[in-house]
């Protein structure tokens, strides 16, 4: 079966949904994976899992946090001291992926991509991606905002003609964007917004504080001072993770905090949450209310407000947005997997129906000499800018039928003189 896939770059991790090119919209696979990849010898290049325990266990060269380094010049440094370009080690990421998901039947790879980035960082990360599993594999780019309002388009939660915001909350922030609506089609990105104040991560550890908080009487300063203690925040940090989540389908979670040998229960209801959440949720709809005036001093008319990320389930945030605005507020099924999501809708629109069975080339004649086969450009465009073709340039053009006009002229020469011996 031959799958098409659509990879995210986020911020902190890079996902990947692959559907089949018949049936675009059928249950697709997903996997993500941590900016976490080993390189062991004999085993070649890991992530996901795999990584994780290779790391841990200190076999290979372990890469860590290097998602948003595409473009870079300074090299990602290795727990073995070697260096590699954020890039390659993206790129690499994307080749695991796409061995772990796909197979070798890819029939066409999207990746969509920060909205920040430009043609520098699209053309470095396609031309590190010649040296992975996804040499070969037609590959176009996408901003990610524009992914997400074709996962949008095909849930039937919008239409190619409105303009919306698209509002990501990430693990460590909130990209705020502006996509315009075009007919027959996904419209162009217009503008940018980010805030570090509203991410998943932040509201985890303002949670956890306030769980802390409650069990601060059974704490003494013997036991903040000891190292397991640090070990104790960290699983309560976790434990305030699931327990978010599960606030926002229920009034009220459980997390269990354990010291030493005592386990203390601490319920929190979804009041106590939103206390907490308030001042990082107002901060993203700043940035969102930025994003909304420029719009309006412009003279662009919004339709909806696109929230997607695993935050944006966040009751609160869309009670807020829906008590300053009065426009439609869009969650898509999947919000944390909609840009990977969109970028595979894109991939299947893409990728030919069917494979083209190649044709056997003619047995050449004798009197013919081979002729070298072209080669095409690696570069791949962005999906908004039509392909760009780069010609020989015509100094080089003419220095070449010079020298095979001398090469001709030395061989009849050759030929026809006379030798004498």
Not at 107 to 119: D, N, Y
């Amino acid at each position: 079966m031959r799958r098409c896939v659509g990879v995210e770059l986020g911020g902190h991790s890079i996902g990947a949904v692959v559907t089949s090119v018949d049936t675009p919209g059928s249950p697709a696979d997903r996997m993500s994976v941590s900016p976490v990849l080993v390189i062991a010898s004999g085993r070649g290049t890991l992530v996901g899992a795999q990584a994780e325990q290779f790391a841990a266990s200190g076999v290979g060269a372990v890469f860590r946090d290097f998602c948003d380094r595409v473009g870079d010049p300074v090299p990602v440094i290795g727990s073995d001291g070697s260096a590699r370009l954020g890039a390659d080690l993206v790129a690499m990421t994307v080749g695991g992926l796409l061995r772990r998901t796909a197979g070798s039947d890819v029939a066409q790879l999207v990746i969509a991509h920060p909205s920040g980035w430009g043609p520098y960082q699209m053309s470095v990360l396609h031309s590190a991606l010649t040296c992975t599993e996804a040499e070969g594999v037609p590959t176009s780019m996408v901003s990610a905002p524009v992914a997400t309002v074709t996962a949008a388009i095909a849930a039937g939660a919008m239409s190619c003609s409105e303009t919306v915001i698209v509002a990501d909350v990430g693990e460590h922030g909130t990209d705020v964007s502006l996509v315009t609506g075009a007919q027959k089609r996904v419209g162009q990105l217009e503008a940018t917004s980010r805030t570090d104040d509203l991410g998943s991560a932040g509201l985890d550890h303002a949670l956890a504080k306030h769980v802390l908080d409650q069990v601060r009487g059974h704490l003494t300063d013997s036991d903040r001072a000891d190292p397991a203690y640090r070990a104790t925040v960290r699983d309560v940090v976790t434990a305030c993770r699931r327990a978010r989540q599960d606030l926002v389908q229920h009034t009220s979670a459980v997390v269990d905090v354990c010291l030493g040998t005592q386990r203390i229960p601490v319920r929190i209801i979804r009041a106590e949450f939103d206390a907490v959440a308030r001042e990082a949720i107002d901060a993203g709809i700043s940035a969102i209310a930025r994003v909304i005036r420029q719009a309006r001093e412009n003279g662009i008319e919004l339709n909806a407000i696109l929230l997607t990320g695993e935050v944006s389930r966040t009751p609160l945030l869309t009670e807020r947005i829906s008590a300053q605005w009065s426009g439609r507020v869009i969650i898509p099924p999947c919000p944390e997997w909609a840009a990977a999501t969109g970028a595979a809708y894109i991939a299947a629109r893409r990728a030919p129906s069917r494979p083209i069975t190649p044709v056997s080339p003619a047995r050449p004649k004798l009197s013919s000499s081979p002729q070298p086969e072209s080669v095409q450009s690696r570069a791949i465009p962005s999906c908004d800018k039509p392909s760009i073709r780069h010609a020989r340039p015509t100094g080089e053009r003419k220095w070449t039928l010079r020298w095979g006009a001398v090469q001709v002229t030395a061989a009849l020469v050759s030929r026809t003189v006379p030798r004498h011996g």
